[in-house]
């Protein structure tokens, strides 16, 4: 088995250093799950692969191209501004799940809590797609699991507070879209 991503197809390479990317630019994943995931994907796409000895280098590679463009950063980062943004939703009683793998986890966080005013969550590829592309998908359902609807209350209480911290959003075909560079510090 070979650990040189030269060894593979092009499309292969660029797709494993893709994950790699998001995995470690998501700011959420440990470094077990990233190398976890990782592996699976060299297993699936990459067979001929050494897993044990690429993985360690996709996410090198991940790493070190994170820390030269953080190095550029502003002080304060639009993942910075949404977590003040969380902190300040839990603290008025809503719900917050970040970087879940689906809506049932989140249910099931929305379900064990006392009295929640509501339930705001993100999956682990709209993190991804946040990193790629600038945008990240907010979900926001009242306690009971019912999707928020244009002019309600809880919906405009969330909008009004993104943009409090200068964080455009946009409320479109049930969810909340927010844009902000994706530019969470990382340590692994």
């Not at 976890?36 to 060299?42: F, G, H, P, Q, S």
């Not at 946040?130 to 969330?158: I, R, S, Y």
């Amino acid at each position: 088995m070979t650990s040189n991503l030269q060894s593979v197809d092009e499309r292969t390479a660029r797709e494993l250093r893709g994950l790699a990317r998001v995995l470690v630019r998501s700011g959420y994943a440990d470094h077990a799950a990233i190398t976890a995931a990782l592996t699976e994907a060299v297993r699936e796409d990459a067979p001929s692969m050494d897993a044990g000895a690429l993985v360690p280098l996709l996410i090198g590679e991940a790493v070190m191209d994170l820390n030269a463009d953080a190095a550029t950063w502003p002080e304060t980062t639009d993942p910075d501004r949404l977590d003040a943004v969380l902190a300040e939703l839990e603290e008025l009683g809503v719900v917050v799940v970040r970087y879940t793998s689906d809506h049932h986890e989140a249910r099931k966080v929305l379900e064990a809590a006392d009295s929640p005013q509501g339930l705001v969550f993100f999956t682990d590829t709209d993190v991804w797609h946040a990193v790629d592309f600038g945008m990240l998908e907010l979900k926001l359902w009242h306690p009971d699991t019912a999707n928020v609807a244009p002019g309600e209350p809880l919906l405009e209480d969330v909008l009004e507070l993104l943009h409090r911290h200068d964080l455009p959003a946009a409320f479109d075909e049930g969810r909340i879209e927010v844009t902000l560079n994706w530019q969470r510090r990382v340590t692994l």
